[in-house]
């Protein structure tokens, strides 16, 4: 059964950093593009980061120059390292996997675009 799973999600005040890890079960990461996708209550979920299946990657201008989208395929890991955290930041934060041929290029920002998610994993920045 495909599964992806996140972890390092957690509390931290403004400023401080946290490292997001997105596990794959079942499937291997480094064929397929990797979304990193948030969603704050009340909010639509908005696709933050991804890494394509070649490679590309990209920001939402909010988290650019602080959060870095990295692959590890040994580990068949994806991970999000997020630096100069702010209280906007929180949310819960869900990776995705596209299989989708479209996506494998450019990558994507629409979570139409992805077929298997994580679970989520929380975000807590306090002021």
């Known amino acids: 059964q495909v599964r992806l799973v996140e972890s390092g999600g957690g509390l931290v005040h403004a400023g401080g950093s946290l490292r997001l890890s997105c596990e794959a079960y079942?499937?291997?990461?480094?064929?397929?593009?990797i979304g990193w996708f948030r969603q704050a209550p009340g909010q639509e979920r908005e696709g933050v980061t991804f890494?394509?299946?070649?490679?590309?990657?990209s920001y939402i201008d909010s988290v650019k120059g602080r959060f870095t989208i990295s692959r590890d395929n040994a580990k068949n890991t994806v991970f999000l390292q997020m630096n100069s955290l702010k209280p906007a930041d929180t949310a819960v934060y869900f990776c995705?996997?596209?299989?989708?041929?479209?996506?494998?290029?450019?990558?994507?920002?629409?979570?139409?675009?992805?077929?298997?998610w994580g679970q989520g994993t929380q975000v807590t920045v306090s002021s």
């Open positions: 890494i394509s299946r070649y490679g590309l990657t």
């Open positions: 079942q499937f291997t990461l480094e064929y397929y593009t």
């Open positions: 995705a996997a596209s299989v989708r041929p479209s996506t494998f290029d450019d990558g994507s920002y629409s979570p139409d675009e992805y077929d298997f």
